[in-house]
């Protein structure tokens, strides 16, 4: 009985290191800069996702296909925030609230009981000029592994490779590589109005 007790614990251990992915380490959130002095109205809107950079982001992993994120500021000051995305033939709309966090330009996921495997989600604002670029960061702990990844958006399909350059620098100061950064391809359907 002992014995084949520490054969089941051995197995658990085993399943258990190999389940859980190797991941870049998530920065503390005090450590990933804010925008000053966000301005939540001048945010809201849509926005292009030009590039794309995390510790679960892989450069070659399929679908690379340009999507868009819009942003519409409720009363509370929350966001009610839509991604539209290409899947197959076919637009897939994906809806959440951000509500107001601890800091200024700081979010968390509302209505978190809906995602019975998230554990916290925060998205935060780390630069923006609001009319051309804005650069965040997220960061959730999901079946007790944390995720991390930040978001080029642009209010235009194109950037400058100035931007482009800034957002590598910034996803490198994460502990990234360019194994972990991607830029998506500018698509048509289901993103344009």
């Known amino acids: 009985m002992t014995l084949r007790l520490l054969w ?9 290191q190999f389940s859980v992915p190797k991941l870049i380490p998530a920065p503390s ?38 999507y868009t994120t819009t942003y519409e500021l409720n009363e509370d000051n929350s966001y009610k925030v839509t991604s539209t995305l290409l899947r197959g033939q076919n637009c897939d709309y994906w809806n959440r609230i951000f509500v107001p966090g601890s800091k200024w330009g700081q979010y968390t996921l509302g209505d978190i009981h809906r995602y019975p ?7 935060q604002v780390i630069d923006t000029n609001y009319s051309e670029f804005a650069m965040l960061f997220f960061k959730k702990t999901s079946s007790n592994v944390e995720y991390f990844k930040t978001t080029l958006y642009g209010r235009n399909k194109e950037l400058s490779s100035g931007l482009k350059d800034r957002f590598v620098y910034f996803a490198k100061s994460l502990g990234l590589t360019d194994d972990h950064i991607t830029f998506l391809t500018p698509i048509d359907q289901c993103i344009d109005d």
């Open 8 to 16: 089941l614990g051995l197995a658990l251990l085993v399943q258990t």
């Open 29 to 66: 959130l005090h450590k990933v800069p804010l925008t000053p002095n966000f301005q939540d109205k001048q945010f809201q809107g849509k926005w292009y996702v030009i590039g794309l950079a995390g510790n679960a982001v892989q450069k070659n992993q399929g679908d690379s296909n340009m």
């Open 117 to 123: 495997n998230i554990q916290n989600y925060t998205m």
